[in-house]
T-cell receptor, first 115, second 116 residues
Framework: AQSVTQLDSQVPVFEEAPVELRCNYSSSVSVYLFWYVQYPNQGLQLLLKYLSGSTLVKGINGFEAEFNKSQTSFHLRKPSVHISDTAEYFCAVSGVYNQGGKLIFGQGTELSVKP | KAGVTQTPRYLIKTRGQQVTLSCSPISGHRSVSWYQQTPGQGLQFLFEYFSETQRNKGNFPGRFSGRQFSNSRSEMNVSTLELGDSALYLC???????????????FGQGTRLTVV
């Protein structure tokens, strides 16, 4: 079984500042990892994914994440945020040997970008 | 390519009633998963259907059920509604076959269910 912990429930940051949203996972097997973003009254949009290969993953809207197997982490970063990045961000995991597409989500991190 | 379509977007139901939600996945996708999102519990997996068969199931009571049709469209049904069933219900579409891309899920905008 897998689980995900997002270490910060809320992250306030000023516009054009860098930001890091932290995600740790637990799993006895290899995993696939994802970050999703949810804007108010919307569904989830895939930001980026780690399936295999390079541990530094680049996604949409200037976001990137680094898979660290030894620390079981998959932190999301952006060097300079915009007001439009204000949203809730979810980290998700799926076991490599799981059958099907079931995702386990963290509790989410509310990113609030202030002018 | 059309995205994932969920209908209706909003629903208000009375306790004890039953409700059916619909999800049309991306063309070519054979897997549909359902999630419940609430402020207290976050995003919780309900079940997944692949080629008209339930492939995975979360920890929800039997009042929650689903099905998938031959065109991959899926419906989710909740019977004997309770106040605690008020939530955003999200449908996720994925290819569903073998390999890592089976897990790459695309979400609909959700159905907001309010039980009064």
């Amino acid at each position: 079984a897998q689980s995900v912990t997002q270490l910060d429930s809320q992250v306030p940051v000023f516009e054009e500042a860098p930001v890091e949203l932290r995600c740790n996972y637990s799993s006895s097997v290899s995993v696939y990892l994802f970050w999703y973003v949810q804007y108010p009254n919307q569904g989830l949009q895939l930001l980026l994914k780690y399936l295999s290969g390079s541990t530094l993953v680049k996604g949409i809207n200037g976001f990137e994440a680094e898979f660290n197997k030894s620390q079981t982490s998959f932190h999301l970063r952006k060097p300079s945020v915009h007001i439009s990045d204000t949203a809730e961000y979810f980290c998700a995991v799926s076991g490599v040997y799981n059958q099907g597409g079931k995702l386990i989500f963290g509790q989410g991190t509310e990113l609030s970008v202030k002018p | 390519k059309a995205g994932v379509t969920q209908t209706p977007r909003y629903l208000i139901k009375t306790r004890g009633q039953q409700v059916t939600l619909s999800c049309s996945p991306i063309s070519g996708h054979r897997s549909v998963s359902w999630y419940q999102q609430t402020p207290g519990q976050g995003l919780q997996f309900l079940f997944e259907y692949f080629s008209e068969t339930q492939r995975n199931k979360g920890n929800f009571p039997g009042r929650f059920s689903g099905r998938q049709f031959s065109n991959s469209r899926s419906e989710m049904n909740v019977s004997t509604l309770e106040l605690g069933d008020s939530a955003l219900y999200l449908c996720a579409s994925s290819w569903g076959g073998r390999g890592p891309s089976r897990t790459e899920a695309f979400f609909g905008q959700g159905t907001r269910l309010t039980v009064v």
